[in-house]
Antibody, heavy 116, light 113 residues
Framework: EVQLVESGGGLVQPGGSLRLSCAASGFTFSSYWMNWVRQAPGKGLEWVANIKQDGSEKYYVDSVKGRFTISRDNAKNSLYLQMNSLRAEDTAVYYC?????????WGQGTLVTVSS | DIVMTQSPDSLTVSLGERATINCKSSQSVLYSSNNKNYLAWYQQKPGQPPKLLIYWASSRESGVPDRFSGSGSGTDFTLTISSLQAEDVAVYYCQQYYSTPYTFGQGTKLEIK
């Protein structure tokens, strides 16, 4: 069974940094593209970034380019999202998601709140 | 970027009746090499992550009740719930995973009449 467990969320001040982690199990992590998707309180889903199996390709939504960095450690079956220069509008539940040609499998999410 | 537009924004349907949600993409999401539409439908209940219902526009995910079906190709897609059950109250999203940035529809809130 696919399991994705996010951690690292919390309260951070505007301009601050946070690193999210996602621990994967139940599948061969190194064989899949991995994604981060976020959802602001009461709002819809927004794709944030993804990374290729070997980490050689990364893509981002325009609103986080230059501020967020996605990375992975296949030896640890882990996905990361380094978030810098955080803004109030980055407040959201952040989901880790495994990508496949037949859609996404999702973790439970971790809440990031950017507020002074 | 591919823009995904769902209609309606909200829907109220009686138990046992049919519910239909539409999704339109601003560009085709049909991958010519395998003739698959890279369009998925998700169900999200309060406090839970999205759950995959349909992939490739019309393939039902394992374990999803057969009252859920998807149809369409190219730019126009439909999610149909043939006989609404109480547990189907949720927000439904379509998503294109044809090209990054992957994009979602704005969501359709489904309620019981």
């Amino acid at each position: 069974e696919v399991q994705l467990v996010e951690s690292g969320g919390g309260l951070v001040q505007p301009g601050g940094s946070l690193r999210l982690s996602c621990a994967a199990s139940g599948f061969t992590f190194s064989s899949y593209w991995m994604n981060w998707v976020r959802q602001a309180p009461g709002k819809g889903l927004e794709w944030v970034a993804n990374i290729k199996q070997d980490g050689s390709e990364k893509y981002y939504v325009d609103s986080v380019k230059g501020r967020f960095t996605i990375s992975r450690d296949n030896a640890k079956n882990s996905l990361y999202l380094q978030m810098n220069s955080l803004r109030a509008e980055d407040t959201a539940v952040y989901y880790c998601a495994r990508e496949h040609s037949y859609g996404f499998a999702w973790g439970q999410g971790t809440l990031v709140t950017v507020s002074s | 970027d591919i823009v995904m537009t769902q209609s309606p924004d909200s829907l109220t349907v009686s138990l046992g009746e049919r519910a239909t949600i539409n999704c339109k993409s601003s560009q085709s999401v049909l991958y010519s090499s395998n003739n698959k539409n890279y369009l998925a439908w998700y169900q999200q209940k309060p406090g839970q992550p999205p759950k995959l219902l349909i992939y490739w526009a019309s393939s039902r995910e394992s374990g999803v009740p057969d009252r859920f079906s998807g149809s369409g190709s190219g730019t126009d897609f439909t999610l149909t719930i043939s006989s609404l059950q109480a547990e189907d109250v949720a927000v439904y999203y379509c998503q294109q995973y044809y090209s990054t940035p992957y994009t979602f529809g704005q969501g359709t809130k489904l309620e019981i009449k």
